[in-house]
């Protein structure tokens, strides 16, 4: 339920943010829904490890998971810049 709920957000997020409160209504639904996956995810994974391992698989998870966060901040700051820079409140001027 909550990927179907996030792929509609990234629908909104592309296409009708030439508006700012369907940019900001992409990005409350964003948030909402990318918490229980990763939540989920997390959970999941807690599961499926082995006992006496949960340090060794928790760590590999972060080392894994971290840098692509930095690095999807990296790509949405860029996006957005070249998307959104002729739009006065997205604009890194204002």
């Known amino acids: 339920l909550s990927n179907i709920g ?3 957000a990234c629908i909104i997020a592309v296409t009708l943010t030439h508006d700012s409160f ?5 990005g409350v ?4 829904f990318s918490g229980p996956n990763q939540t989920a995810s997390r959970s ?5 490890i082995p ?7 928790f ?9 692509f966060i930095y690095f999807r901040f990296y790509i949405y700051h860029k996006f957005f810049i ?9 604009s ?3």
């Open 59 to 67: 760590g590999f998870f972060a080392y894994l998971y971290t840098p």
């Open 22 to 26: 369907y940019f900001w209504l992409a």
């Open 29 to 32: 639904l964003i948030g909402v």
């Open 51 to 57: 006992e006496g391992k949960e340090n060794e698989f």
């Open 6 to 8: 996030l792929i509609i």
């Open 82 to 90: 070249l998307r959104f820079s002729n739009i006065p409140f997205m």
């Open 92 to 94: 890194p001027s204002y």
């Open 44 to 48: 999941l994974m807690a599961k499926f």
